[in-house]
């Protein structure tokens, strides 16, 4: 019922919520609950975030595993739902193997003194990703540091879906890039 509720409430707005039983037997009776407000979850995460010290980190295509059709990884940054990233056929997967996708960072890195958030997108199709794990780090020395304890299930949804980074260290990116 969650991805249902974030499916159709509005971003910024407040609701009541109330849920009601309708019994017929052994007599006729409306139960009701009583009444709560709730608000879309995703507007308390935005709401939480201090807007004034966070920037973008704008990233760009390095490397990935392998895609299918035209729907060539690179494709995740664009903000259009006409670009897609699929990921190869189970069937390329050998057993145990996990399809990854590798970023660079195109600012200066002395300008991040911290990651908070990790923002994004499915398009709400068969294709969508259902579990991700996010790591910072070098491709030239392969040593990789998890931003998240736990791993990451993205709803089903077009809506940009924000996840926190539960541990950071600035020494991860503070090699030459």
């Known amino acids: 019922m969650q991805t249902q509720l974030l499916d159709v409430l509005k971003f910024n707005e407040s609701y009541v919520c109330r849920v009601e039983y309708h019994m017929r037997a052994p007599m006729h009776a409306v139960l009701r609950s009583n009444e709560q407000p709730i608000r879309n979850v995703k507007n308390d995460l935005y709401n939480n975030l201090d807007l004034r010290q966070l920037c973008k980190v704008k990233l760009e295509y390095h490397s990935h595993r392998k895609h299918v059709l ?3 990884a690179k494709n995740v940054l664009f903000t259009s739902d006409g670009k897609q990233y699929w990921s190869a056929f189970n069937a390329d997967f050998k057993p145990d193997e996990r399809d990854w996708i ?3 960072m195109m600012q200066q890195t002395a300008k991040i003194q911290s990651v ?3 923002v994004f ?3 709400k199709s068969n294709q969508d ?4 794990m996010v790591y910072i780090g070098d491709v030239r020395t392969k040593q ?3 931003l998240t304890t ?3 299930q ?3 949804s077009k809506e940009l879906q924000y996840f926190d980074v539960q541990q950071f260290d600035p020494k991860w990116i503070d090699q030459e890039q």
């Open 144 to 146: 990789w540091h998890r």
């Open 154 to 156: 993205p709803q089903s």
């Open 129 to 132: 990703v259902k579990e991700m």
């Open 121 to 123: 997108k499915n398009y």
């Open 102 to 104: 590798i970023f660079k």
């Open 116 to 118: 908070k958030k990790i």
């Open 150 to 152: 736990d791993v990451i």
């Open 70 to 72: 035209t729907r060539h």
